[in-house]
């Protein structure tokens, strides 16, 4: 058999996808609690005991490819030089490389900003700051405050070619990655060699301050951070293949454990008539919201949303959704067992897909000029995107995929958010697409079959039946 296993070492679960790349189809999944704060190895032995249950004898794997979100992904700080630009631009790059973002800064870093990045713990920072040959004082200021500074984190320098060789002078051996300006010109985005930087830090770093290398006899490599293999098997889907059509514009919905995100590739340019205010959006784009996570922020899910009504959508009284809540906080382990737990675990999935896709998707205001009113638009119109499709455990494993899917869609409620009309909705039955992402770097054909024959199409009439763990 030819065969590929496909590892996502996650902050609460490895899950592991054994994959037939003749056949395009899963053989088998396996998965065991992420024992990253101890010995990850366990927690990957515990997967692969499981995958063999569940499959029989393993096969000989060809390839044996990784990614990781353990412990919250990649914890990651960007500086830029006006927050609206070059700020912006390094957000961008940095969500894309698959990053959790704890923190944005702008302008001259101050003392207390220098303080405020220490506490946030950040594993990478992204440096940029001025457009090519533009402002290089700004830039080349924070370059010295952070060589002067307690961070201990590798630096990548994003900013003012122009004032990259004094950067690097200043930085010293912070300095791990120089490429190119997020911004080489104003208005301009340029993001993917920082974004290829920074994954190449997280693979050079990171996989051994989270001790994942600890298992490396387990596995070929540890390709990407987990959002960023989503993002790349996203792409994969939208644009397909020569020869093989992909789905065109799309939304990917992703409910984690410690994280909601949410990808689009999509240009999301304004309708007709409709002027655009603030940077172009990049046409693959990810934000993650760590503030919705399914078991390590549950409370925040439950804040942003409001308690009364997560009890409401679950059919609970206030006082025992409150009761639920604190258990699954106490214990990010915990799975529903019985009907109401699983009601209320649904009912946080759903108010963490709504808010996740009303953060993502841009928005419309009506601004009044000397001239008459004007549609402004903010970020990606995402209305016209025709397939939506729902990965990741929460969706997997839901008796009723479709009820929570359905929160991405436009609200008539709140008109002026940009969020899909009347797409088809989609799920990826069998927690693939992060698979397809890593393995479109070896097989890219395989990845995309694969991708395109694990998803199904949700209906008001169709239930979902669990078949997998995810």
Do not use: W
Request: proline letters at 5%; aromatic letters at 4%.
């Amino acid at each position: 058999m030819n065969a590929a296993l496909l590892i996502d070492f996650g902050s609460t679960y490895t899950k592991l996808r054994a994959v037939d790349l003749g056949e395009r189809r899963v053989i088998g999944a396996g998965q065991g609690p992420s024992t990253v704060t101890s010995d990850i190895l366990l927690g990957m032995k515990a997967a692969l005991a499981d995958l063999e249950r569940r499959c029989g004898a393993l096969p000989h794997f060809r390839y044996r490819l990784a990614s990781s979100s353990a412990a919250g992904g990649l914890r990651m700080v960007t500086v830029g030089l006006v927050r609206e630009l070059t700020a912006e631009a390094a957000r961008q790059a940095a969500l894309g490389a698959g990053a959790r973002l704890v923190g944005t800064f702008a302008y001259r870093l101050t003392p207390a900003d220098l303080e405020r990045i220490a506490q946030l713990r950040p594993d990478i920072l992204l440096l940029a700051g001025g457009t090519d040959g533009g402002n290089a004082a700004v830039v080349l200021h924070n370059a010295a405050a952070l060589a002067a500074g307690a961070l201990e984190c590798p630096v990548v320098y994003a900013g003012n070619r122009e004032a990259a060789d004094e950067a690097r002078a200043l930085l010293g051996e912070k300095l791990i990655a120089c490429t190119e300006n997020v911004m080489p010109e104003f208005n301009v985005l340029n993001i993917e060699p920082a974004r290829a930087a920074i994954r190449r830090v997280f693979i050079d770093r990171i996989v051994h301050a989270k001790g994942i290398d600890r298992a490396a006899a387990e596995f070929d490599a540890v390709l990407m951070p987990t959002p960023a293999a989503v993002l790349e098997g996203a792409r994969l889907l939208a644009d397909g293949l020569p020869g093989t059509r992909g789905l065109g514009d799309l939304l990917v919905v992703d409910p984690g454990g410690a994280t909601t995100d949410v990808h689009s590739v999509a240009a999301g340019e304004p309708a007709a008539g409709v002027v655009r205010q603030g940077l172009p959006e990049p046409r693959v784009k990810r934000t993650v919201e760590g503030d919705l996570g399914m078991r390590h922020n549950a409370a925040a899910i439950a804040s942003a949303a409001g308690l009364d009504a997560i009890a409401r959508d679950a059919g609970l009284d206030p006082e025992r959704a409150g009761a639920l809540l604190a258990e699954v906080s106490a214990d990010i382990g915990r799975l529903p067992a019985n009907a109401e737990e699983t009601a209320f675990d649904q009912a946080l999935a759903r108010a963490a897909v709504r808010i996740a896709v009303e953060r993502h998707c841009g928005r419309t205001e009506i601004v009044y000029t000397a001239t008459g009113p004007v549609t402004v638009q903010h970020g990606k119109d995402l209305t016209r995107v025709a397939t939506v499709i729902g990965t990741g455990g929460a969706l997997v494993a839901s008796a009723a995929p479709r009820a929570v899917l359905a929160m991405a869609l436009a609200d008539p409620a709140n008109p002026f958010a940009l969020r899909p009309r009347a797409p088809r909705l989609l799920l990826d039955r069998e927690y693939v697409l992060y698979a397809c992402g890593l393995l479109q770097s070896v097989e890219p054909q395989a990845a995309l079959e694969l991708a395109l024959g694990n998803l199904s199409e949700l209906d008001q009439d169709t239930a979902h039946e669990r078949t997998r763990h995810a």
